[in-house]
Structures are given as C-alpha cells and as structure tokens.
C-alpha cells in the first residue's frame, strides 16, 4: 500500500512538472508565441516547392525543414539572405533565418529554376508579440502568419 501511496505520489509531482513547463504556448492549441522559433516545413518535388508562398516578420526567427521528396536533389536558395542549401533526393535538412529587410523575396532551386521551380517570402513589419500566430492560406498553399 505505502509503494502505490509512493508511485501516485510520483506521477502526479511529475504531471505537475511538465505541466509547469508548457508556458511557451498558448492556450488555444500550442501556438507557439513571439519569442519562440517559428518552424515551417517546405516540401521540394520535381519541380516546385510547397507551400510556393511564406511570409514572415522583420526580426522574427524562422526555421525551415526543407524535405525533397523528388527524384532530383535540390537547392533552397535565397540570394537576399545568403541562403543556399543543397538537398539530395530523399533528404531533409534545415534552415535558420531571421529577415532584417522587408519586401518579397524569391527563393528557388538552383538546378531547376528554369523548369519554375520557385517560391516567394514576404517579410514585413516590425517583429513582435501578437505578429506570430501561423496559419496556413487554404486557397494559395502559402504559409502566413510570421
């Protein structure tokens, strides 16, 4: 009896503790807030990236795991931000920016930018809290909300 006394008295001091450590998100869903990375995933295929659109914020971090799920490789290239990331059919890799410049940027695949194979990022604003709430564009397959 003082073991199950002892094991109840555990698991719930260890709900507690993780409980305690949710503070970075917000209560309606775990949307990350301002001061938190924001992470997006860009899926390139033979030969397009989605989502083909992503905006963000001045200042604002921003974390994108690039998956080629094509047969080719790929680059993920941002001339702007002096991004430029090499991704062999089948692999992942991850890149960090923070935008410092607003206006609409292009990012594209080196190999295949002749075949379109392009997208867009919008930076605006000022970063900050109340800016950071994702969401994701239904009609365009762009990613919004940095």
């Known amino acids: 009896m003082k073991k199950t006394i002892a094991v109840v008295t555990s698991l719930a001091a260890a709900v507690s503790m993780i409980a305690a450590c949710g ?3 917000e209560a309606d869903g775990g949307v990350a807030t301002a001061d938190s990375l924001q992470t997006v995933d860009v899926t390139a295929t033979d030969f397009s ?3 083909g659109k992503l905006i963000a914020n001045i200042g604002d971090p921003l974390e994108l795991v690039l998956t080629n799920a094509g047969n080719a490789p790929h680059t993920f290239t941002i001339d702007e931000f002096a991004v430029d ?3 062999a059919a089948g692999e992942e890799t991850t890149v960090s920016i923070t935008p410092s410049d607003s206006g609409e940027f292009t990012y594209y695949c080196r190999f295949h930018r002749n ?3 392009e997208g867009s990022i919008t930076v605006s604003g000022a970063g900050g809290a109340g800016d950071s709430n994702p969401t994701e564009s239904p009609s365009d397959d ?3 909300g940095y």
Do not use: R, S
């Open 23 to 25: 503070g970075d998100e």
């Open 49 to 51: 990236f989605t989502p």
């Open 85 to 87: 990331a090499e991704v």
């Open 115 to 117: 075949q379109g194979m």
């Open 142 to 144: 762009g990613y919004y």
